[in-house]
């Protein structure tokens, strides 16, 4: 079982690394001194080293270094037990630093220390005058990462769990696995489980702008890292510096909410990608809940060592290239060869959106991913609710409607932590302007999020940009006029005209 907020598409190639890793030298402030003095004293909770190879991938660059940075476990108990956060830094380029620019790049889950260096060529102009950094927040990769079980257990209930059920035995085996899943996260997670939420790293943030010596919050979160920013936001009002927000979650809906925004923006992509192939909308999407439906009652053979593909893991495979519209032309292959009779194509794009190698490990991204959401969602809504939900569901989409209207019943079924808010609290009211972009074409966090994420966080405090594109995220894929208004924003300290529009691949 997934959720589709994830994090941006190119970390799903980014090479995992560990945190074990000296650098630092002077600095300028914004304003040209010389700022080397405040750094230092940041620098001096933190021993940076070159950072190192993992039985998962090859160190990084020369220009990287990590680093280990403790802090409290409970932040309501400072004095407490600490846990490790594993930060990465490439340091400013040019002689002009502002500062450090912090990235966050969504899931929950996500690992900044394994994205940022894969992310740092298109951030290469907002390095001149930042160091770029990031981190893996707490319950994800070397910072306590957590593992709910182990990848035998995955690919059997990959084959096994139904995640639409049809049946009362299926809907029991459903739920059983849903259960099962989060005893084995507070096995792994222990006292970390009631930890993770997104409140707590708000604070771990603020506690690496310290370290790191910065005044203020200079920040670019994506996805989920918008709602991150957001909280922090709220928090730390007077800290927030150059602050951009990119592939908006909506900070105002709830657990049905957000799955009923997913549901409308994934079948918005499906709908522009099959205008782009010619089809109809409503009969190809009717087309593909049909093949859905077919693979239901008999999963497809593939040439994966004996492998089936079932319909939980062919609704995986749909979704992850409407991510991108590059990645658009292998969803028509992948679609052309499972009507054929063959789930090969299909159940290699799944893979790849769960994060599976070619030797049948799997990433742990969904396990972080579930249990920060779970710990921060107060909503669990139950069976019989669901159950209501599912016309509803159906008619928002056919194709990816059963499947998300399904996952708000299971998702966080049995728990053993209770959820902590509705809704995220984003107002930031004092704060600097922060920078909100939204894509009209964005299928997982959709573009009407934006724009209540630049409501909710305050009048003068949300500026709102907006592109006309299609995938999940805006800055880089493709817009000059996104990049450079986002680079001016974060360079020079300009703030666009609040409701500003980029076309498609326009210019400014």
Same mark, same amino acid.
């Given at each position: 079982?997934?959720?589709?907020?994830?994090?941006?598409?190119?970390?799903?190639?980014?090479?995992?690394?560990?945190?074990?890793?000296?650098?630092?030298?002077?600095?300028?402030?914004?304003?040209?001194?010389?700022?080397?003095?405040?750094?230092?004293?940041?620098?001096?909770?933190? $021993?940076?080293?070159?950072?190192?190879?993992?039985?998962?991938?090859?160190?990084?660059?020369?220009?990287? +270094?990590?680093?280990?940075?403790?802090?409290?476990?409970?932040?309501?108990?400072?004095?407490?037990?600490?846990?490790?956060?594993?930060?990465?830094?490439?340091?400013?380029?040019? $002689?002009?630093?502002?500062?450090?620019?912090?990235?966050?790049?969504?899931?929950?889950?996500?690992?900044?220390?394994?994205?940022?260096?894969?992310?740092?060529?298109?951030?290469?102009?907002?390095?001149?005058?930042?160091?770029?950094?990031?981190?893996?927040?707490?319950?994800?990769?070397?910072?306590?990462?957590?593992?709910?079980?182990?990848?035998?257990?995955?690919?059997?209930?990959?084959?096994?769990?139904?995640?639409? &059920? *049809?049946?009362?035995?299926?809907? +029991?085996?459903?739920?059983? $696995?849903? @259960?099962?899943?989060?005893?084995?996260?507070?096995?792994?997670?222990?006292?970390?489980?009631?930890?993770?939420?997104?409140?707590?790293?708000?604070?771990?943030?603020?506690?690496?702008?310290?370290?790191?010596?910065?005044?203020?919050?200079? #920040?670019?979160?994506?996805? #989920?890292?918008?709602?991150?920013?957001?909280? #922090?936001?709220?928090?730390?009002?007077?800290?927030?510096?150059?602050?951009?927000?990119?592939?908006?979650?909506?900070?105002?809906?709830?657990?049905?909410?957000?799955?009923?925004?997913?549901?409308?923006?994934? /079948?918005?992509?499906?709908?522009?990608?099959?205008?782009?192939?010619?089809?109809?909308?409503?009969?190809?999407?009717?087309?593909?809940?049909?093949?859905?439906?077919?693979?239901?009652?008999?999963?497809?053979?593939?040439?994966?060592?004996?492998?089936?593909?079932?319909?939980?893991?062919?609704?995986?495979?749909?979704?992850?290239?409407?991510?991108?519209?590059?990645?658009?032309?292998?969803?028509?292959? @992948?679609?052309?060869?499972?009507?054929?009779?063959?789930?090969?194509?299909?159940?290699?794009?799944? *893979?790849?959106?769960?994060?599976?190698?070619?030797?049948?490990?799997?990433?742990?991204?969904?396990?972080?991913?579930?249990?920060?959401?779970?710990? *921060? *969602?107060? /909503?669990?809504?139950?069976?019989?609710?669901?159950?209501?939900?599912?016309?509803?569901?159906?008619?928002?989409?056919?194709?990816?409607?059963?499947?998300?209207?399904?996952?708000?019943?299971?998702?966080?079924?049995?728990?053993?932590?209770?959820?902590?808010?509705?809704?995220?609290?984003?107002?930031?009211?004092?704060?600097? &302007?922060?920078?909100?972009?939204?894509?009209?074409?964005?299928?997982?966090?959709?573009?009407?999020?934006?724009?209540?994420?630049?409501?909710?966080?305050?009048?003068?405090?949300?500026?709102?940009?907006?592109?006309?594109?299609?995938?999940?995220?805006?800055?880089?894929?493709?817009?000059?006029?996104?990049?450079?208004?986002?680079?001016? #924003?974060?360079?020079?300290?300009?703030?666009?005209?609040?409701?500003?529009?980029?076309?498609?691949?326009?210019?400014?």
């Amino acid at each position: 079982m997934t959720r589709f907020t994830r994090w941006a598409a190119l970390t799903a190639a980014a090479a995992l690394l560990t945190a074990g890793c000296s650098g630092g030298g002077p600095s300028k402030d914004d304003s040209g001194k010389d700022g080397k003095d405040d750094r230092a004293s940041g620098d001096s909770a933190l $021993d940076w080293k070159r950072c190192e190879a993992t039985e998962d991938g090859p160190a990084p660059g020369d220009e990287w +270094r990590c680093a280990t940075l403790e802090v409290p476990l409970d932040w309501s108990k400072p004095d407490g037990g600490t846990i490790g956060l594993a930060l990465i830094r490439a340091e400013a380029t040019g $002689d002009d630093r502002i500062g450090s620019l912090l990235f966050n790049f969504g899931g929950p889950g996500g690992s900044g220390v394994s994205t940022l260096p894969a992310y740092a060529d298109m951030a290469a102009d907002l390095r001149e005058r930042y160091d770029l950094v990031s981190w893996d927040p707490r319950g994800t990769g070397a910072s306590g990462g957590v593992r709910c079980r182990d990848d035998k257990a995955i690919e059997a209930a990959e084959s096994a769990v139904d995640w639409t &059920p *049809d049946t009362p035995a299926e809907e +029991r085996v459903f739920l059983e $696995d849903a @259960a099962d899943f989060g005893k084995g996260c507070q096995k792994a997670a222990g006292k970390l489980m009631a930890h993770v939420s997104t409140t707590d790293t708000a604070r771990d943030m603020d506690r690496i702008r310290q370290a790191l010596g910065d005044d203020r919050m200079h #920040y670019f979160g994506i996805s #989920y890292g918008t709602e991150l920013g957001g909280v #922090y936001a709220h928090l730390f009002p007077d800290k927030v510096g150059r602050m951009t927000l990119d592939a908006v979650v909506d900070p105002t809906a709830d657990t049905i909410g957000h799955a009923k925004n997913q549901t409308r923006g994934f /079948q918005t992509a499906l709908d522009n990608y099959l205008r782009s192939t010619g089809r109809d909308p409503e009969e190809g999407s009717r087309e593909i809940a049909d093949l859905l439906d077919r693979i239901d009652a008999e999963p497809l053979p593939t040439s994966s060592s004996g492998r089936e593909l079932t319909q939980s893991l062919a609704i995986i495979g749909i979704v992850l290239p409407l991510y991108s519209e590059a990645s658009w032309p292998a969803l028509t292959s @992948a679609l052309e060869a499972a009507e054929d009779g063959d789930g090969t194509e299909l159940l290699a794009l799944a *893979d790849g959106y769960n994060e599976r190698d070619a030797s049948g490990g799997y990433g742990t991204t969904t396990h972080a991913q579930r249990v920060i959401s779970c710990l *921060d *969602d107060k /909503q669990r809504p139950t069976v019989e609710e669901t159950r209501k939900l599912l016309p509803e569901f159906e008619k928002l989409s056919p194709v990816f409607g059963p499947f998300l209207g399904w996952d708000t019943a299971g998702w966080c079924h049995d728990w053993p932590v209770p959820g902590q808010f509705e809704t995220p609290e984003v107002s930031a009211p004092g704060a600097e &302007p922060i920078l909100v972009v939204g894509n009209t074409g964005d299928p997982a966090t959709p573009y009407e999020g934006a724009r209540r994420m630049a409501d909710e966080l305050g009048e003068g405090v949300g500026v709102m940009l907006t592109w006309k594109g299609e995938g999940h995220g805006a800055y880089g894929s493709g817009s000059d006029c996104v990049d450079s208004t986002v680079n001016a #924003y974060l360079l020079d300290g300009t703030v666009p005209q609040d409701g500003k529009v980029c076309s498609s691949r326009s210019a400014p």
